[in-house]
């Protein structure tokens, strides 16, 4: 039977479950929870994921203890603490060093915490999903958190679907300079920090910044200067279509919100921990998360544009 929002229940906690903590500053705007929380009941998995809000000066310290409860098995991360969090764990993936940022951690069967990073390759496959084309193109990524990062390596690490260009944009001194560096250390793509926000030249224009958060933030760059043929897609995860995704659309460009490419990314995070059957489920039927998470506007543009 296909997996709809109604048909996934919501299971009790118990002495036995797994706990799981999704980590940030701020953590109001997670989705993760309501998409995995799901999965596990569906499928009989006794786990649990919670949000917990941390704030950077208590980051190390958290991270350490939490890891003393036995039933504590791993941790999703997310902004400000995805670069930070790297330095203090045992080992990481190739591709984690390589974009300088986690966004998984899990406990090692000998003890030790194993950082993973799959934010980029959510984000590879939802341009994929809505059909925007990348590669040999210019792509300007807004912001050069860990998010940010972990875009641009993994469009880098896209073989012959590679941009021609990767630049970055943030206003933080020598964090877009560094994210680049990255870049061009482990691939052959043209990877560049650059001094404004401005859009113009670019193909595909990615905001990975906390801009659209509040309803008082400024848009994070000026889409009256985007090309008449680029395309633009906002990662966050909360007030979506946001103003910014609003005032391309009202262009005529294409713009899609974040949540695709946290969709795009689930199947990561289950094999990642362990959960190597509800990983192949997702693989194969995913629509469900989207009934959950896109709201109901979003989810009718949607069925207008797939082919």
Sequence with gaps: MPITAATAPVHAIDGQTAVYLIIGDPVEQVQAP???NRIFALLGINAVLVPVHVAPADLQAFVSTMFRASNIQGLWVTIPHKAPLLDWLDSSTDLARMAGAVNAVR????GQLEGGLFDGEGFVASLGYFQIAYAGKRVLILGAGGAAAAIGASL????AQAPAEIAFYDPTPGRAEQAAARIRQASP???????????AGFDLVVNATPLGLQASDPLPCDVARMEPHAALVDILMKNQPTPVVRAARARGLVAEPGFEMMIQQTHCYLDFFGFHGAAQRLREDADFLRELIYPAELQAEIRRQMP
Excluded: K
Aim: charged share 10%.
């Design 156 to 159: 880098a690490l896209a073989g």
């Design 34 to 36: 309501t998409s995995f």
């Design 189 to 199: 793509v043209a990877a560049q920090a650059v001094g404004s926000n401005d859009p």
């Design 107 to 110: 406990r090692t069967a000998g």
